[in-house]
């Protein structure tokens, strides 16, 4: 059971603009950071999103992270192939004293 | 550019340690902490911990307090990582991940290509 609430799949066409949602609490997003990450399928997470909204080096703005209250949400615009793969949404957690990730959700593209 | 290149896949036993090295290029050694994360199969994401490449400093999560050491030589520039008394439930993909600091806030942000430790009798 993972701390942070992500659906566990999402889908959309080519072109169409999707959006993943993140459910927390007052001691991680409530009071911190989001940071989101991509995986490919069989590779390593990759930073997508830092600071609820900041883009690193290399991520095309197709990708854009908000945050209110205790939730936040992934959304991706422009939606392409190469966008099939699962996100995680991730935050410090005070309370645990240490850093929480979402269950992960498959993005499939139609 | 930063790499991280860890070591190969591992099997052990029920009740073995594994030590996984998780070996940094491209930046100042000890300017950047590195976190470990796991992955069982099919699952989501779990953090285990922390280390400070600067003095060595840990800071383990809860759940694996007593069971994990993180470790660092700088002469190699390289983090270890040993987790003890191993069950099937420990089988996952092992991940380091070095920090990027804004404004004196980290965060996991380069990723080593993980290795795979396999609990089997």
């Known amino acids: 059971q993972s701390v942070l609430t992500q659906p566990p799949s999402a889908s959309g066409t080519p072109g169409q603009r999707v959006t993943i949602s993140c459910s927390g609490s007052s001691s991680n997003i409530g009071s911190n950071y989001v940071y989101w990450y991509q995986q490919l399928p069989g590779t390593a997470p990759k930073l997508l999103i830092y600071?609820?909204?900041q883009w690193p080096s290399g991520v095309p703005d197709r990708f854009s992270g908000s945050k209110s209250g205790t939730s936040a949400s992934l959304a991706i615009s422009g939606l392409r192939s190469e966008d099939e793969a699962d996100y995680y949404c991730a935050a410090w957690d005070d309370s645990l004293s240490g850093w929480v990730f979402g269950g992960g959700t498959k993005l499939t593209v139609l | 550019q930063v790499q991280l290149v860890q070591s190969g896949a591992e099997v052990k036993k029920p009740g073995a340690s594994v030590k996984v090295s998780c070996k940094a290029s491209g930046y100042t050694f000890r300017d950047y902490g590195i976190n470990w994360v796991r992955q069982a199969p099919g699952q989501g994401l779990e953090w285990m911990g922390w280390?400070?490449?600067?003095?060595?400093?840990?800071h383990y999560a809860q759940k694996l307090q007593g069971r994990v050491t993180m470790t660092t030589d700088t002469s190699t520039s390289t983090v270890y990582m040993d987790l003890r008394s191993l069950t099937s439930d420990d089988t996952a993909v092992y991940y380091c991940?070095?920090?990027?600091?804004?404004?004196?806030?980290?965060?996991?942000?380069?990723w080593g290509q993980g290795t795979l430790v396999t609990v089997s009798s």
């Open positions: 600071r609820n909204n």
């Open positions: 991940a070095r920090e990027t600091c804004t404004n004196d806030l980290c965060y996991p942000e380069h």
């Open positions: 280390v400070s490449t600067y003095n060595g400093a840990t």
